[in-house]
């Protein structure tokens, strides 16, 4: 059996980039692995350190969560900040990262660059509790979207540096996954490259029909194709990526033939995208204010979830403590 584990930051309600980067993943995972999905508040104190907020978005996400199949009875669901093992742990990797190698990630020069005023040593450092959360579990294999993978890799450096360092063979270098295929990335409607909180373009797991009709109404298009079978441009083939996601195959061959002979109607394309996206979301919109109203379910399973993961993560950390010098004298 598998290790698989998986977290989303707090920082807004989820969206359709984490719903089909890495929570469906995980979900269609759940049954035949061993699998951790947890809330990343730490992550979310490099950028939004909010107190007030803090428990709106757990509380958000944590239902969302469940809305969209996990289910707490096969799957261990908690809060980073539960889990204090993860803290030493990052603490003893973050001994063995370099400098320039933190400096050079690229979701790190991003953000500096969007904040300048707010570069602190939490943002640089994030690679290295993003290890710290994989290997306190010593996860196989981690459900998430493209912009992850270079995360990933630097797990795996810090894995195999720990275990050529301390000349052991305890961590297991995880692999980023998405079922079937390689990794993905949904792109934002606006003609951006990748849906995102922070680029403002996202479509919400818990949005009404209306707001996800407006939003896919509005997206970017040009004129049309003027030759039979010629390439997408990416703005068109941004929404051709959703229609493969959210639409069956029929639809599919129906939409890539209008496009193949130029008898493609934009409105028609998007009308059927919003359709299909309202029916993936609205079960999901209706489990999730059942789930915003029952915070004594929600506290239980964060109760119960703490307790199963911080029994795997003590058990870690011991023999992390051991490998790395702390025994009794
Ligand atoms: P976060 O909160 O930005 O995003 C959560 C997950 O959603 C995926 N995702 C996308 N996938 C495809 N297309 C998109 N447009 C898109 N937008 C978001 C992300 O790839 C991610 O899988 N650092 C992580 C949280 C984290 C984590 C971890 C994840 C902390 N520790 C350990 C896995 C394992 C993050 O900020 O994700």
Sequence with gaps: MKTVLSGIRPTGNLHLGNYYGALLNFVRM???????????????????PDPTMINVNVKNVIAEYLAAGINPEVSTIYRQSDVPEVAE??????????MGELAKTA???????????????GLLTYPTLMAADILIHNADMVPVGEDQEQHLEMTRVFARRFNHFYNVDYFKEPVPFNFGHKLIRIPGLDGSGKMGKSEGNCIYLGDEPKAIEKKVKRAVTDSGPTEPNSEKPEIIENLFTFLRLVSDEEVNKHFEEAWNDCSIRYGDL?????????????????????LRGDDAYLNKVLEEGAEKARENAAKTLKEVREIMGFKKL
């Design 89 to 98: 742990l990052y603490l003893y990797l973050n001994m063995h990262a370099r």
């Design 30 to 48: 759940q049954q035949e692995n061993k699998c951790y999905f947890f809330i990343a508040d730490w992550h979310s104190l490099t950028t939004h």
């Design 107 to 121: 979701s790190f020069k991003d953000k500096a660059r969007k904040n300048p005023d707010n570069v602190n040593a």
């Design 270 to 290: 998007k009308k059927q995208i919003a359709e299909d996206i309202i029916k993936v979301t609205t079960p999901l919109r209706e489990r999730i204010l059942d």
